[in-house]
């Protein structure tokens, strides 16, 4: 055969190999979650929202699926990190989950040194994408808490805020935030930070009360910390007009557990309770949602689910280029913009999204309103609007 003839033979090969329809794929995904330990609750939450994803992208992608592998890291850094290991080992061409800056570190640096993408909402402290990392996509960040305080205070004329803090890492980074962010804009800030294990904080308030006379409390810190708080407060009554605070707060079980603590207390929320949705996305989230846990979701669910659907996407895409094993995925992530349940996503060369602003809820009746931003609002805030 002439070598013209075998040059045309392999050009026509390789057209028809082209043109070929890539394959479906199985898509394995582990999930590296605390299921037990003193995060369980967490990432129980941010598990379901995981599991709806993966039913709503088995149901409509078509061509791929995928199949999620979960094991539970126990709320501790090293099994986490053994964690990731195992389920690289099984077959995982990626990690969604992880709570718990301490935890989400060492975990995304084993998956790193794998080569594998590591996708969390779960870790807002802003060391996690300072570290040259490749492989690491988060949805939410620090700023994006602290924008969503800052942005409430500013359309309310608030001109004095005391922010009172736990020395967590993640915590004590929005409060300086907090305070820089604010002292620009000429508002007054006090700062009083308290130790995680505090358990009595009327030493602080009596100190608000007397000394600093706010109109504003701010609480950066978890649920444990906003009850003894805003106990603290309902007895010793600080003139003051409204009080604020971040994740965890203004949810479902805390107007639940608390409802003699929480009304008119407001704090960083994905959406109102009862939930309301307006895109077909978020209904079809909220409908397979009540099916798979019969219960609507909150808002770590949320969380669980946007971070999943981006990365299941992205894989599906590599999958198609042929580039699953090659780096694809973090590339295809890069590609990344688009509206999601919790706003736009894009990621920077950090694996950050920028464009993270987080919306502002406020207890009433029994009910979470969005009160912050106007257009995100399913209500009027209540101010002033205090607990007692």
Not at 285 to 311: C, H, R, W
């Amino acid at each position: 055969m002439s070598s013209t003839k075998i040059t045309v033979s392999m050009i026509a090969l390789a057209a028809l190999l082209a043109a070929a329809p890539v394959r479906a794929a199985e898509l394995k995904i582990g999930a590296e979650i605390p299921l037990s330990g003193s995060l369980a609750r967490v990432g129980g939450a941010m598990n379901e929202g995981i599991q709806v994803a993966t039913e709503m992208f088995n149901k409509k992608n078509g061509k791929h699926t995928v199949k999620i592998i979960t094991m539970d890291d126990e709320s501790s850094p090293a099994k986490a990190v053994g964690a990731v290991e195992k389920l690289a080992a099984d077959g995982a061409v990626a990690f969604t989950g992880g709570y718990g800056s301490n935890i989400i570190g060492p975990a995304s640096e084993a998956a790193e040194k794998l080569g594998k993408v590591y996708m969390t909402s779960g870790g807002v402290a802003s060391e996690l994408t300072k570290r040259g990392l490749k492989t690491f996509f988060r949805i939410n960040s620090s700023e994006g808490y602290a924008r969503a305080l800052m942005g409430l205070y500013g359309e309310l004329g608030i001109k004095s805020v005391a922010v009172i803090y736990s020395t967590k890492e993640a915590t004590e980074e929005v409060a300086k935030m907090l305070e820089t962010g604010l002292g620009a804009k000429g508002v007054k800030v006090t700062m009083h930070a308290f130790d995680p294990a505090t358990n009595d904080f009327k030493p602080i308030i009596h100190k608000i009360k007397l000394q600093d006379r706010p109109e504003a409390i701010a609480m950066i810190g978890y649920e444990n910390d906003y009850v003894g708080i805003l106990r603290a407060a309902k007895i010793l009554k600080p003139d003051i007009k409204t009080i604020t605070g971040v994740w965890s707060l203004a949810t479902s079980k805390m107007a639940q557990e608390f409802p003699d603590l929480m009304e008119n207390v407001s704090g960083t929320s994905t959406l109102s309770y009862p939930a309301e949705f307006t895109t077909q996305e978020a209904k079809d989230f909220a409908e397979t949602y009540q099916k798979m846990f019969n219960k609507a979701p909150d808002y770590l669910g949320i969380f669980g689910y946007v971070q999943s659907k981006l990365l299941f996407d992205a894989a599906a895409r590599a999958a198609d280029a042929g580039t699953l094993d090659k780096g694809g995925i973090a590339t295809e992530l890069r590609k990344t913009v688009t509206d999601t349940v919790i706003g736009k996503v894009r990621f920077d060369q950090n694996g950050d999204n920028p464009e993270f602003t987080h919306r502002m809820g406020q207890h009433q009746g029994g009910k979470v309103v969005l009160v912050w931003p106007a257009d995100a609002a399913t209500g009027k805030i209540k101010y002033p609007g205090l607990p007692w």
